[in-house]
């Protein structure tokens, strides 16, 4: 038996350690018997380094937490049992089962035993996760008939200006900025992580073209990590500053457009006087500024609150519904699939047609094209 935090059982690379507390940490094994020169030292070193990025925080946090649940619930069922390498599978059919209870959804018990997979990769071990017994219920699992998630509506162009309108012009500082904010993750169809990780160096309104844009850095995030949307960018005005991630461009819209991006952002920025720091940090009052950054939860709370506000139940509505509602206006306004994918971030059409998939059987309908006036004009010689 032995200890599922004990470091000698983790050969992985320093920075995987943080996914087992406690766990001392230890030099990383560098094959020596390879290394000949100074190149294949170096070598060895950035494969060390490209080893130890293979997940982002964000995932390794998940991966944390996940562990910890496993651990507790073994505590709890097993007071008396440790947890060996590798762990019984039987025990992990339990827990799977446990799981099911409890009324956790497939996809939620799938990222439990990805956590397990992911700890018995850093012990060295093979996963318990191919056993047949576990294979087979892990099948069973997969055939389970659940209840369907309630998908959030999206607030196309026309809904969502409506809103804007029924509220009418924003009064308050949190009026202000959840404009803003509405605005901006609409416009430019930006996730909520994107969108809360702005700060205020990365927008500026320029004049392009005689219109005025508002340029806006988005970048790189764990969601779009490999993405190849994204490019090494320079500042020219800062010589050695540079980043990663995609510049976008917002114009402004016609006339005093309630959905206008660089109208809003511009009236929070003036309203708010900030010159640095996160772009929506919290508030203290409405009057007062926090210096924290709000989370990807509060563009959801925005959504709702404006959703509420407009006499709507906020209940059928998320962020998601801003990003979604973009997609399926430009398709319904027959822009091209291509121009919305670059927009969005999106790596290839069909992440675009995940939104777009109900116009798109309406229009390639078989059907509305075996009615078209042309089909039924040869199938009833109507003349």
């Known amino acids: 038996m032995i200890d599922p935090y004990a470091p000698e059982l983790l050969p992985a690379p320093r920075a995987q350690l943080a996914l087992f507390p406690g766990a001392a940490a230890a030099p990383c094994s560098i094959p020596t018997h390879l ?96 056993d047949p017994d576990l294979r087979q219920l892990r099948r069973g699992l997969a055939r389970q008939i659940e209840r369907p998630r309630r998908a959030t509506n999206a607030l196309v162009i026309e809904e969502a200006t409506a809103m804007l309108t029924a509220i009418g012009t924003p009064r308050s500082l949190a009026d202000v900025r959840d404009r803003a904010i509405f605005t901006l993750a609409w416009c430019s169809a930006l996730r909520s992580a994107n969108v809360v990780a702005l700060d205020v160096d990365d927008v500026h309104i320029v004049e392009l073209d005689g219109q005025r844009v508002l340029e806006v850095l988005v970048r790189r995030c764990k969601v779009d990590r490999e993405s190849g949307n994204h490019r090494l960018l320079f500042d020219p005005e800062q010589l050695g500053r540079e980043t990663i991630g995609r510049r976008m461009y917002l114009p402004a819209l016609p006339g005093e457009h309630p959905m206008c ?93 995940v939104y777009t998939r109900i116009q798109d059987n309406v229009r390639e309908n078989a059907l509305r094209a075996m009615f078209s006036p042309r089909i039924v004009s040869s199938l009833f010689d109507i003349r």
């Open 35 to 130: 290394i000949e020169t100074d190149a294949l030292a170096a070598a060895t070193a950035e494969a060390m380094r490209l080893r130890d990025d293979d997940l982002s925080e964000t995932t390794r946090e998940h991966y944390v937490s996940d562990w910890r649940h496993f651990v507790r619930w073994v505590a709890r069922a097993y007071p008396d049992r440790q947890i060996s390498a590798p762990v019984d599978p039987a025990l992990i059919g339990l827990y799977i089962g446990a799981l099911r209870l409890r009324g956790l959804a497939k996809s939620t018990i799938s990222h439990h035993l990805l956590a397990i997979q992911y700890a018995h990769r850093l012990w060295g071990v093979e996963s318990p996760l191919l």
């Open 261 to 353: 991006a660089v109208r809003a952002v511009g009236a929070w920025l003036e309203r708010s006087a900030l010159t640095s720091g996160p772009l929506f940090p919290s508030l203290k009052s409405d009057r007062s500024i926090g210096e924290s950054r709000i989370g990807k939860k509060a563009v959801a709370n925005v959504v709702k609150r404006i959703v509420s506000a407009a006499g709507r139940d906020p209940r059928a509505y998320a962020a998601h519904s801003l990003r979604r509602g973009f997609v399926t206006s430009a398709d319904a306004a027959g822009v091209r699939k291509a121009l919305i994918r670059n927009h969005g971030g999106w790596k290839d059409d069909r992440s675009v047609s």
